[in-house]
Protein backbone atom coordinates (compact mmCIF):
# COMPACT_ATOMS: atom_id res chain seq x y z
CA UNK A 1 0.00 0.00 0.00
CA UNK A 2 2.75 2.42 -1.04
CA UNK A 3 1.37 6.09 -0.70
CA UNK A 4 -0.54 5.66 2.14
CA UNK A 5 -0.74 8.86 4.35
CA UNK A 6 1.15 8.12 7.46
CA UNK A 7 -1.73 9.24 10.11
CA UNK A 8 -4.32 6.59 7.78
CA UNK A 9 -5.83 4.58 10.94
CA UNK A 10 -3.91 1.54 10.94
CA UNK A 11 -3.78 -2.13 12.58
CA UNK A 12 -1.38 -4.88 13.70
CA UNK A 13 -3.04 -7.89 13.77
CA UNK A 14 -1.14 -10.88 14.97
CA UNK A 15 -2.10 -14.36 13.32
CA UNK A 16 -5.84 -15.51 13.02
CA UNK A 17 -7.85 -15.72 10.08
CA UNK A 18 -8.12 -13.87 6.94
CA UNK A 19 -11.85 -12.78 7.62
CA UNK A 20 -10.35 -10.19 10.53
CA UNK A 21 -8.16 -9.01 8.02
CA UNK A 22 -11.06 -8.57 4.96
CA UNK A 23 -13.02 -6.43 7.62
CA UNK A 24 -10.27 -4.37 8.58
CA UNK A 25 -10.23 -3.38 5.44
CA UNK A 26 -13.50 -2.83 4.69
CA UNK A 27 -14.12 -0.44 7.56
CA UNK A 28 -11.66 1.65 6.20
CA UNK A 29 -8.32 0.21 8.15
CA UNK A 30 -4.80 -0.17 7.00
CA UNK A 31 -3.61 -3.72 7.73
CA UNK A 32 -0.13 -4.76 8.67
CA UNK A 33 -0.20 -8.11 9.25
CA UNK A 34 2.15 -10.26 11.76
CA UNK A 35 1.87 -14.80 10.97
CA UNK A 36 3.83 -17.42 11.78
CA UNK A 37 5.79 -18.91 8.51
CA UNK A 38 3.86 -22.15 9.85
CA UNK A 39 0.61 -20.65 10.60
CA UNK A 40 -0.31 -18.47 6.85
CA UNK A 41 -2.94 -19.33 5.76
CA UNK A 42 -4.68 -19.22 2.19
CA UNK A 43 -5.72 -15.44 1.33
CA UNK A 44 -4.12 -13.94 4.14
CA UNK A 45 -1.87 -12.11 1.93
CA UNK A 46 -4.24 -10.80 -0.08
CA UNK A 47 -6.04 -9.77 2.58
CA UNK A 48 -3.61 -7.80 3.89
CA UNK A 49 -1.91 -4.44 3.47
CA UNK A 50 1.71 -5.67 4.57
CA UNK A 51 2.79 -9.09 5.83
CA UNK A 52 5.41 -9.90 7.72
CA UNK A 53 6.47 -13.33 8.11
CA UNK A 54 7.82 -13.43 11.89
CA UNK A 55 7.99 -16.33 14.16
CA UNK A 56 5.88 -14.33 16.80
CA UNK A 57 6.67 -16.81 19.71
CA UNK A 58 10.49 -15.84 19.76
CA UNK A 59 9.81 -12.44 20.98
CA UNK A 60 13.80 -11.21 20.85
CA UNK A 61 13.61 -11.82 17.25
CA UNK A 62 10.27 -10.47 16.87
CA UNK A 63 10.11 -7.55 18.98
CA UNK A 64 13.00 -5.56 16.78
CA UNK A 65 11.11 -6.03 13.66
CA UNK A 66 7.84 -5.20 15.46
CA UNK A 67 9.28 -1.93 16.77
CA UNK A 68 10.73 -1.04 12.79
CA UNK A 69 7.16 -1.83 11.48
CA UNK A 70 5.77 0.79 14.29
CA UNK A 71 8.08 3.63 12.96
CA UNK A 72 7.07 2.45 9.54
CA UNK A 73 3.36 2.33 9.46
CA UNK A 74 2.43 4.16 12.56
CA UNK A 75 -0.16 1.36 13.78
CA UNK A 76 -2.07 2.52 17.07
CA UNK A 77 -3.69 -0.83 17.65
CA UNK A 78 -2.44 -3.93 18.23
CA UNK A 79 -4.78 -7.20 18.52
CA UNK A 80 -5.35 -11.27 17.66
CA UNK A 81 -8.00 -13.65 18.45
CA UNK A 82 -5.44 -16.21 17.58
CA UNK A 83 -4.65 -17.80 21.54
CA UNK A 84 -0.99 -18.76 20.36
CA UNK A 85 -0.49 -14.63 19.47
CA UNK A 86 -1.87 -13.31 22.25
CA UNK A 87 1.18 -12.83 25.00
CA UNK A 88 3.15 -11.67 21.87
CA UNK A 89 0.35 -8.93 21.79
CA UNK A 90 0.53 -8.19 25.26
CA UNK A 91 4.17 -7.82 24.77
CA UNK A 92 3.82 -5.20 21.79
CA UNK A 93 1.54 -2.63 23.81
CA UNK A 94 4.28 -3.27 26.98
CA UNK A 95 7.25 -2.18 24.33
CA UNK A 96 5.72 0.31 22.17
CA UNK A 97 2.94 1.97 24.98
CA UNK A 98 -0.18 0.90 23.10
CA UNK A 99 -3.32 0.60 25.10
CA UNK A 100 -4.18 -2.86 24.91
CA UNK A 101 -4.51 -5.04 26.99
CA UNK A 102 -0.52 -5.33 28.45
CA UNK A 103 1.07 -8.97 28.87
CA UNK A 104 0.85 -9.31 32.60
CA UNK A 105 -3.01 -9.24 32.24
CA UNK A 106 -2.85 -11.17 28.93
CA UNK A 107 -0.69 -14.09 31.36
CA UNK A 108 -3.43 -14.10 33.65
CA UNK A 109 -5.67 -15.37 31.06
CA UNK A 110 -3.17 -18.01 30.14
CA UNK A 111 -1.84 -19.19 33.06
CA UNK A 112 -4.90 -20.77 35.26
CA UNK A 113 -2.50 -21.22 38.44
CA UNK A 114 -2.46 -17.52 38.65
CA UNK A 115 -6.33 -16.84 37.48
CA UNK A 116 -7.12 -18.43 40.52
CA UNK A 117 -4.34 -17.22 42.89
CA UNK A 118 -5.85 -13.31 41.17
CA UNK A 119 -9.37 -14.38 42.59
CA UNK A 120 -8.31 -15.60 45.78
CA UNK A 121 -6.47 -12.25 46.65
CA UNK A 122 -9.56 -10.17 44.88
CA UNK A 123 -12.05 -12.18 46.99
CA UNK A 124 -14.22 -12.67 44.56
CA UNK A 125 -15.96 -16.43 44.70
CA UNK A 126 -13.81 -19.29 43.12
CA UNK A 127 -12.50 -22.62 44.29
CA UNK A 128 -9.15 -24.17 45.64
CA UNK A 129 -6.37 -25.20 43.56
CA UNK A 130 -2.55 -25.54 43.57
CA UNK A 131 0.52 -26.59 41.42
CA UNK A 132 0.84 -30.33 41.84
CA UNK A 133 4.42 -32.60 40.71
CA UNK A 134 2.79 -35.70 41.21
CA UNK A 135 0.59 -38.34 42.91
CA UNK A 136 1.70 -37.61 45.64
CA UNK A 137 1.08 -33.87 45.69
CA UNK A 138 -3.13 -34.83 44.17
CA UNK A 139 -4.00 -37.04 47.28
CA UNK A 140 -2.73 -35.01 49.72
CA UNK A 141 -4.74 -32.20 48.03
CA UNK A 142 -8.16 -35.09 47.78
CA UNK A 143 -7.50 -35.55 51.35
CA UNK A 144 -7.83 -31.55 52.32
CA UNK A 145 -10.74 -30.81 49.92
CA UNK A 146 -12.60 -34.24 48.76
CA UNK A 147 -13.43 -35.18 45.43
CA UNK A 148 -13.94 -35.09 42.74
CA UNK A 149 -10.88 -33.44 41.66
CA UNK A 150 -10.03 -31.94 38.11
CA UNK A 151 -6.29 -32.24 36.90
CA UNK A 152 -5.40 -29.97 34.04
CA UNK A 153 -2.31 -28.15 32.45
CA UNK A 154 -1.40 -24.97 33.71
CA UNK A 155 -1.26 -23.24 30.23
CA UNK A 156 -3.16 -25.82 28.35
CA UNK A 157 -6.34 -25.17 25.71
CA UNK A 158 -8.36 -27.20 24.08
CA UNK A 159 -9.34 -29.58 27.22
CA UNK A 160 -5.79 -31.31 26.44
CA UNK A 161 -4.73 -33.28 29.94
CA UNK A 162 -7.74 -32.25 31.50
CA UNK A 163 -9.04 -35.31 33.68
CA UNK A 164 -11.64 -35.66 36.32
CA UNK A 165 -10.28 -37.59 39.46
CA UNK A 166 -13.50 -39.73 41.38
CA UNK A 167 -11.80 -40.89 43.97
CA UNK A 168 -7.84 -41.78 45.57
CA UNK A 169 -7.95 -45.09 43.54
CA UNK A 170 -7.79 -43.10 40.14
CA UNK A 171 -5.00 -40.47 41.34
CA UNK A 172 -2.03 -43.03 39.87
CA UNK A 173 -3.07 -42.99 36.50
CA UNK A 174 -4.83 -40.17 36.01
CA UNK A 175 -1.04 -38.05 36.71
CA UNK A 176 0.36 -41.11 34.81
CA UNK A 177 -1.92 -39.65 31.92
CA UNK A 178 -1.43 -36.25 32.24
CA UNK A 179 2.41 -36.59 32.57
CA UNK A 180 2.78 -38.73 29.64
CA UNK A 181 1.79 -35.49 27.31
CA UNK A 182 5.33 -33.73 28.78
CA UNK A 183 7.35 -33.19 25.65
CA UNK A 184 4.99 -34.15 23.12
CA UNK A 185 5.47 -32.70 19.49
CA UNK A 186 3.23 -34.52 17.49
CA UNK A 187 -0.28 -32.52 18.63
CA UNK A 188 -1.45 -30.02 17.36
CA UNK A 189 -0.44 -26.50 17.99
CA UNK A 190 2.03 -28.26 20.75
CA UNK A 191 4.81 -26.10 19.00
CA UNK A 192 3.28 -22.72 20.55
CA UNK A 193 1.65 -24.57 23.72
CA UNK A 194 3.53 -27.52 24.97
CA UNK A 195 2.46 -28.91 28.44
CA UNK A 196 4.65 -28.63 31.20
CA UNK A 197 3.61 -27.50 34.72
CA UNK A 198 -0.16 -29.27 36.40
CA UNK A 199 -2.64 -27.97 38.72
CA UNK A 200 -5.59 -29.32 40.56
CA UNK A 201 -8.76 -28.26 41.48
CA UNK A 202 -12.12 -29.04 43.21
CA UNK A 203 -14.65 -30.07 40.70
CA UNK A 204 -16.86 -27.22 40.10
CA UNK A 205 -20.77 -29.28 39.83
CA UNK A 206 -23.63 -27.44 37.20
CA UNK A 207 -24.53 -27.42 34.12
CA UNK A 208 -21.39 -24.70 31.94
CA UNK A 209 -22.02 -21.38 29.74
CA UNK A 210 -19.61 -19.48 28.24
CA UNK A 211 -20.10 -15.85 28.25
CA UNK A 212 -18.84 -13.73 25.27
CA UNK A 213 -18.13 -10.00 26.05
CA UNK A 214 -16.61 -6.98 24.57
CA UNK A 215 -15.12 -4.69 26.97
CA UNK A 216 -14.03 -0.77 26.26
CA UNK A 217 -12.16 1.23 28.99
CA UNK A 218 -13.15 -1.14 31.52
CA UNK A 219 -16.96 -1.29 30.82
CA UNK A 220 -18.00 -4.43 29.37
CA UNK A 221 -20.82 -5.69 27.20
CA UNK A 222 -21.92 -9.40 27.62
CA UNK A 223 -23.22 -9.83 24.31
CA UNK A 224 -23.98 -13.75 24.25
CA UNK A 225 -24.34 -16.70 26.76
CA UNK A 226 -23.87 -19.73 24.76
CA UNK A 227 -25.07 -22.96 26.54
CA UNK A 228 -22.34 -25.62 26.41
CA UNK A 229 -22.86 -29.96 25.45
CA UNK A 230 -19.77 -31.22 26.89
CA UNK A 231 -18.76 -35.15 27.50
CA UNK A 232 -16.17 -35.23 30.20
CA UNK A 233 -14.23 -32.23 29.70
CA UNK A 234 -14.66 -32.39 25.85
CA UNK A 235 -17.08 -29.66 24.01
CA UNK A 236 -19.31 -32.03 22.12
CA UNK A 237 -21.92 -28.64 21.05
CA UNK A 238 -22.76 -25.08 21.97
CA UNK A 239 -26.20 -23.20 21.79
CA UNK A 240 -27.82 -19.47 21.57
CA UNK A 241 -29.82 -18.09 23.07
CA UNK A 242 -28.90 -20.26 26.90
CA UNK A 243 -31.88 -21.84 28.06
CA UNK A 244 -31.77 -19.56 31.33
CA UNK A 245 -34.02 -18.11 33.57
CA UNK A 246 -33.98 -14.24 34.03
CA UNK A 247 -32.25 -15.03 37.73
CA UNK A 248 -30.10 -17.04 36.27
CA UNK A 249 -28.94 -14.58 33.44
CA UNK A 250 -28.61 -11.44 35.42
CA UNK A 251 -26.31 -13.71 37.90
CA UNK A 252 -23.61 -14.72 35.01
CA UNK A 253 -23.87 -11.69 34.04
CA UNK A 254 -22.85 -9.09 37.02
CA UNK A 255 -20.62 -12.36 38.21
CA UNK A 256 -18.72 -12.78 34.70
CA UNK A 257 -18.25 -8.46 34.58
CA UNK A 258 -16.58 -8.87 38.20
CA UNK A 259 -14.34 -11.51 37.13
CA UNK A 260 -13.20 -9.35 34.01
CA UNK A 261 -12.37 -5.98 36.22
CA UNK A 262 -10.38 -8.17 38.61
CA UNK A 263 -8.58 -9.78 36.14
CA UNK A 264 -7.75 -6.01 34.69
CA UNK A 265 -9.18 -6.49 31.21
CA UNK A 266 -10.11 -3.10 30.02
CA UNK A 267 -10.82 -3.65 26.07
CA UNK A 268 -11.24 -6.31 23.59
CA UNK A 269 -13.11 -9.18 23.72
CA UNK A 270 -13.33 -11.93 25.97
CA UNK A 271 -14.67 -16.03 26.33
CA UNK A 272 -15.11 -16.92 29.44
CA UNK A 273 -16.65 -20.65 30.67
CA UNK A 274 -18.68 -20.78 33.76
CA UNK A 275 -20.43 -23.34 35.60
CA UNK A 276 -23.66 -22.24 37.45
CA UNK A 277 -22.87 -24.69 40.55
CA UNK A 278 -24.75 -25.61 43.45
CA UNK A 279 -22.20 -22.86 45.49
CA UNK A 280 -23.20 -19.75 42.64
CA UNK A 281 -21.28 -19.27 39.26
CA UNK A 282 -17.75 -20.15 39.22
CA UNK A 283 -15.16 -19.83 36.50
CA UNK A 284 -13.36 -22.70 34.63
CA UNK A 285 -11.33 -20.53 32.51
CA UNK A 286 -11.29 -17.75 30.11
CA UNK A 287 -9.56 -16.16 27.50
CA UNK A 288 -8.68 -12.96 26.28
CA UNK A 289 -10.04 -13.68 23.11
CA UNK A 290 -13.45 -15.06 20.85
CA UNK A 291 -14.45 -18.38 21.45
CA UNK A 292 -14.01 -20.99 19.35
CA UNK A 293 -16.18 -23.81 17.95
CA UNK A 294 -18.38 -21.53 15.67
CA UNK A 295 -19.55 -19.41 18.71
CA UNK A 296 -18.89 -16.21 16.80
CA UNK A 297 -21.27 -17.84 14.10
CA UNK A 298 -23.76 -18.47 16.91
CA UNK A 299 -23.42 -14.97 17.75
CA UNK A 300 -23.50 -13.14 14.76
CA UNK A 301 -27.34 -14.93 13.36
CA UNK A 302 -28.45 -14.70 17.01
CA UNK A 303 -27.88 -11.53 18.38
CA UNK A 304 -26.34 -9.71 15.29
CA UNK A 305 -23.31 -8.32 16.71
CA UNK A 306 -20.08 -9.85 14.83
CA UNK A 307 -17.39 -10.10 17.49
CA UNK A 308 -14.51 -10.12 15.15
CA UNK A 309 -15.89 -6.88 13.68
CA UNK A 310 -15.49 -5.48 17.44
CA UNK A 311 -12.32 -6.99 17.54
CA UNK A 312 -10.68 -4.87 15.02
CA UNK A 313 -13.05 -2.25 14.70
CA UNK A 314 -14.21 -1.54 17.86
CA UNK A 315 -10.78 0.47 19.25
CA UNK A 316 -11.26 2.95 16.60
CA UNK A 317 -14.73 4.06 17.03
CA UNK A 318 -16.51 2.78 13.58
CA UNK A 319 -18.70 0.67 15.40
CA UNK A 320 -21.53 2.15 17.91
CA UNK A 321 -21.03 0.94 21.28
CA UNK A 322 -22.61 -2.28 22.46
CA UNK A 323 -25.30 -2.29 24.96
CA UNK A 324 -24.66 -4.30 28.03
CA UNK A 325 -26.64 -6.92 27.19
CA UNK A 326 -28.35 -7.03 23.48
CA UNK A 327 -31.06 -9.16 23.64
CA UNK A 328 -31.47 -12.42 21.33
CA UNK A 329 -32.90 -10.88 17.60
CA UNK A 330 -36.89 -11.84 17.62
CA UNK A 331 -37.43 -15.78 16.68
CA UNK A 332 -33.65 -16.46 16.30
CA UNK A 333 -31.93 -19.30 17.85
CA UNK A 334 -29.03 -21.51 16.86
CA UNK A 335 -27.37 -24.41 17.82
CA UNK A 336 -23.82 -26.17 16.81
CA UNK A 337 -22.50 -30.04 17.04
CA UNK A 338 -19.36 -31.89 16.27
CA UNK A 339 -19.73 -35.11 14.17
CA UNK A 340 -18.08 -37.76 15.35
CA UNK A 341 -16.72 -41.04 14.00
CA UNK A 342 -15.10 -44.68 15.31
CA UNK A 343 -11.46 -44.19 15.34
CA UNK A 344 -9.66 -45.34 11.90
CA UNK A 345 -9.44 -44.36 8.46
CA UNK A 346 -12.21 -42.55 6.85
CA UNK A 347 -13.84 -44.66 3.93
CA UNK A 348 -17.02 -42.49 2.73
CA UNK A 349 -18.77 -39.27 4.36
CA UNK A 350 -22.78 -39.80 3.70
CA UNK A 351 -25.66 -37.85 3.56
CA UNK A 352 -24.55 -34.53 3.22
CA UNK A 353 -26.64 -34.08 0.41
CA UNK A 354 -30.06 -34.44 2.23
CA UNK A 355 -28.31 -32.36 5.31
CA UNK A 356 -27.14 -29.39 2.50
CA UNK A 357 -30.84 -28.97 1.63
CA UNK A 358 -32.61 -28.50 4.56
CA UNK A 359 -33.74 -25.09 4.68
CA UNK A 360 -32.19 -25.15 8.49
CA UNK A 361 -28.84 -25.27 8.06
CA UNK A 362 -26.53 -22.31 8.51
CA UNK A 363 -23.43 -24.63 7.70
CA UNK A 364 -21.62 -28.32 7.73
CA UNK A 365 -18.33 -29.07 7.26
CA UNK A 366 -17.54 -32.91 7.57
CA UNK A 367 -14.00 -31.80 8.23
CA UNK A 368 -12.43 -35.28 7.24
CA UNK A 369 -12.32 -37.08 3.69
CA UNK A 370 -11.92 -40.26 2.53
CA UNK A 371 -8.05 -41.71 3.65
CA UNK A 372 -8.53 -39.25 6.72
CA UNK A 373 -7.46 -40.72 10.17
CA UNK A 374 -9.97 -40.10 13.04
CA UNK A 375 -8.61 -40.34 16.41
CA UNK A 376 -10.31 -41.22 19.45
CA UNK A 377 -11.73 -38.23 21.15
CA UNK A 378 -9.70 -37.17 24.48
CA UNK A 379 -9.56 -33.56 23.59
CA UNK A 380 -11.28 -30.86 21.26
CA UNK A 381 -8.51 -31.27 18.47
CA UNK A 382 -9.50 -34.51 18.12
CA UNK A 383 -13.23 -34.15 16.68
CA UNK A 384 -13.92 -33.99 13.26
CA UNK A 385 -16.34 -31.54 11.33
CA UNK A 386 -19.18 -29.73 12.50
CA UNK A 387 -22.44 -28.66 11.87
CA UNK A 388 -24.17 -25.26 12.28
CA UNK A 389 -28.30 -24.76 12.24
CA UNK A 390 -30.83 -21.75 13.13
CA UNK A 391 -34.26 -22.42 14.00
CA UNK A 392 -37.13 -20.25 15.93
CA UNK A 393 -36.04 -21.18 19.77
CA UNK A 394 -32.96 -22.60 21.07
CA UNK A 395 -35.07 -25.94 22.44
CA UNK A 396 -36.11 -26.33 18.56
CA UNK A 397 -32.43 -25.04 16.93
CA UNK A 398 -31.06 -27.96 19.90
CA UNK A 399 -33.58 -30.74 18.16
CA UNK A 400 -33.03 -29.75 14.47
CA UNK A 401 -29.06 -30.07 15.13
CA UNK A 402 -29.54 -33.26 16.11
CA UNK A 403 -31.55 -34.60 13.29
CA UNK A 404 -29.47 -33.23 11.02
CA UNK A 405 -26.41 -35.03 12.58
CA UNK A 406 -27.88 -38.11 12.85
CA UNK A 407 -28.22 -37.81 9.35
CA UNK A 408 -24.46 -38.01 8.48
CA UNK A 409 -22.25 -41.35 8.48
CA UNK A 410 -18.60 -41.37 8.83
CA UNK A 411 -17.36 -44.56 7.73
CA UNK A 412 -14.03 -45.87 8.56
CA UNK A 413 -12.27 -49.00 8.58
CA UNK A 414 -9.84 -50.17 11.61
CA UNK A 415 -6.16 -49.51 11.05
CA UNK A 416 -3.29 -51.58 11.64
CA UNK A 417 0.04 -50.88 13.50
CA UNK A 418 3.41 -51.70 13.81
Known amino acids: MAGSAVHDPTILIVGGRPEALRKAGALGLRTVFVQHKDRLLPGQVEAADVTLLIDYTDWETAAPLIRAAHEVYGFTWAMSLAEPALETVGRINDLLGLEGTPHAVVRRFRDKLEMRGVLAGAGLADVAAELVDGPEALTAFGEAHGYPLILKPVDGLGSRGVTRIDGPQEVSGAWERAASLRGRTDLELSQFHPVDRFLVEQYIDGPEYSVEAVSSKGAHAVVAITEKITDGAVERGHAQ ?37 SAGPRVIESHDRVGGGRIMDLTRHVHGVDLEEYAVAGPFGLLPPLPAAPAPRAGAAAATRFLTAEPGEVVEVQGLDEVRAHPGLLDVDPGVSPGDLVRPVTENFD ?36
Not at 397 to 415: D, F, H, M, Q, S
Open 241 to 277: PARLTAGQESELVAYVGEFLTVMGLRDGLSHTEVRLS
Open 383 to 418: RIGQLVARADTTDAAVELCEALVGKITVRTRPTTTD
